[in-house]
C-alpha cells in the first residue's frame, strides 16, 4: 500500500518547527495538522547517523515504514507526520517497535479507528 509522503527538506524543516513532538524510548513523532483537514496524511521518516551505519539505519527505517503501513488505515486524514528513530530503535523488538508507534499515535489523538484483532 502506498502513503503519502514528505519528500523536501522544506517539508521537514516545517513539520520539526511548528509540529508538535511526541517522545517515546525509541522514536519521536512529529505531528503538524495540514490546513485541507481532508487531505492525505504524509508521512517522513528520519533515521540519523547516531542510529548506526547505513545496513542499520535502513534496516530501522524498513521496520518504521512497515509499521506505518500496518497502522496506516487507523490514522485520521490531513496531518503531516515526522517519525524520528531514536539509537535504541535499533536493538528493539519489531513487537515493541509496534506498540510505541500504535501509543504515540494514540496520545497525537490521530487513531480513529482501534485496531481489530485479525489485522
Known sequence: MKFGRLVKNKEFQLV????????GRHMVLYVLPRPNANS??????TVGKKVGGS????????RLKEIYRWLKPRIALGYDLVIVARPR???????????????????????????RSGD
Open 16 to 23: 520539526y518547527k511548528k509540529g508538535q513532538p511526541y517522545v
Open 40 to 45: 492525505e496524511t504524509r508521512v517522513g521518516f
Open 55 to 62: 545496513v542499520q539505519r535502513n534496516r530501522v527505517r524498513r
Open 89 to 115: 530503535a535499533l536493538e528493539a523488538e519489531f513487537n515493541v517497535l509496534q506498540e510505541e508507534m500504535m501509543y504515540l499515535c494514540k496520545k497525537a489523538k490521530l487513531v480513529v479507528r482501534e485496531a
